[in-house]
């Protein structure tokens, strides 16, 4: 995995439909998360349970190498590389974060439905998985057929400088997909508005409804923002406080993704 084209790959829905951001109440019951008409469903692991929080960042490196390597037996570098990838010291805590979030990911069962669209499975049928800080081995995967079929319609780039700063944000990283994928989709001489609250509005998107008190979301959106104008300079997006919206304006997909 390298830098090419300074670029990642994320995966539509954005990973708010995949993946809580903090570990689960229960974690030996299945997680579901509904995203418009579309419902996503983990199954945990008996030994490692449900993947939350960082372990969107595995998501984003299978992506990354399934559309960069073209195949579905995609191969990951050295534990050290994948930590150097993200901006993550390669301490031995990270270490050992790491590969629990991989078997996390890779053991959990999973079921996408939106509409006609139906999958459900592992995201990967085998895995040859080296976590020693020293070895040059290479990681290897055989991602499923129904998530290769998933990847491979579904890939969005992201920023890579982006993704770096947000390693340690779940929730502001679910924004930032989310918001980069709907910049994509408008025109360039158009700009679209997205309520807060009610049915197709912004907390509705996240999954993030069920606010007691609706400053909470506003204050949680001018957080998200303030965090994004830091370290993404083409923004695309601005807060219309008086109105419980946000404007997003167009956001040119890169030229050349690297691939």
């Given at each position: 995995m390298?830098?090419?084209?300074?670029f990642?790959f994320?995966?539509?829905?954005?990973?708010?439909?995949?993946?809580?951001?903090?570990p689960?109440e229960?974690p030996?019951?299945?997680?579901?998360r509904?995203w418009?008409?579309?419902?996503f469903?983990?199954?945990?692991?008996?030994?490692?349970?449900l993947?939350?929080?960082?372990?969107?960042?595995v998501l984003?490196?299978?992506a990354t190498?399934?559309?960069?390597?073209?195949t579905?037996?995609?191969?990951?570098?050295a534990?050290?590389q994948?930590?150097?990838?993200?901006?993550?010291?390669?301490?031995?805590?990270?270490?050992?974060?790491?590969r629990?979030?991989?078997n996390r990911?890779?053991?959990?069962?999973?079921?996408?439905?939106m509409?006609?669209?139906?999958?459900?499975?592992?995201l990967?049928e085998?895995?040859?998985?080296w976590f020693?800080?020293?070895?040059?081995?290479?990681?290897?995967?055989?991602?499923?057929?129904p998530?290769?079929?998933y990847?491979s319609?579904?890939?969005?780039p992201?920023?890579?400088g982006?993704?770096q700063?947000?390693?340690?944000?779940?929730?502001t990283?679910?924004?930032?997909?989310?918001?980069?994928?709907?910049?994509?989709?408008?025109?360039p001489?158009?700009?679209?508005r997205?309520?807060?609250f009610?049915?197709?509005?912004?907390g509705?998107?996240?999954?993030?409804?069920?606010?007691?008190?609706?400053?909470?979301?506003r204050?949680?959106?001018r957080?998200?923002?303030?965090?994004?104008?830091?370290?993404?300079?083409?923004?695309?997006?601005v807060?219309?406080?008086?109105?419980d919206?946000?404007v997003?304006?167009?956001?040119?997909?890169?030229?050349n993704w690297?691939?």
């Amino acid at each position: 995995m390298n830098r090419q084209g300074q670029f990642l790959f994320g995966l539509r829905p954005h990973p708010a439909a995949w993946l809580p951001v903090r570990p689960p109440e229960n974690p030996g019951q299945d997680w579901v998360r509904h995203w418009g008409d579309a419902e996503f469903r983990l199954q945990p692991h008996p030994r490692h349970g449900l993947p939350y929080g960082q372990d969107r960042l595995v998501l984003i490196l299978l992506a990354t190498a399934a559309v960069r390597q073209r195949t579905p037996h995609v191969t990951l570098p050295a534990a050290y590389q994948m930590l150097r990838l993200f901006g993550l010291p390669p301490s031995g805590r990270n270490y050992a974060r790491w590969r629990d979030r991989l078997n996390r990911v890779l053991h959990t069962r999973f079921s996408f439905v939106m509409g006609p669209l139906a999958i459900t499975g592992r995201l990967c049928e085998d895995a040859e998985l080296w976590f020693d800080r020293e070895t040059d081995e290479l990681n290897r995967i055989k991602l499923s057929g129904p998530f290769w079929d998933y990847v491979s319609a579904n890939y969005l780039p992201l920023e890579l400088g982006v993704v770096q700063a947000l390693t340690d944000s779940p929730s502001t990283l679910d924004f930032y997909v989310w918001l980069t994928e709907r910049a994509y989709r408008v025109r360039p001489d158009r700009y679209v508005r997205v309520e807060y609250f009610g049915r197709g509005g912004l907390g509705e998107r996240l999954g993030v409804t069920g606010w007691r008190d609706p400053r909470d979301f506003r204050k949680r959106v001018r957080s998200w923002v303030g965090q994004l104008r830091q370290c993404w300079m083409s923004l695309p997006a601005v807060i219309q406080e008086k109105e419980d919206a946000l404007v997003v304006c167009h956001l040119q997909p890169p030229r050349n993704w690297g691939i």
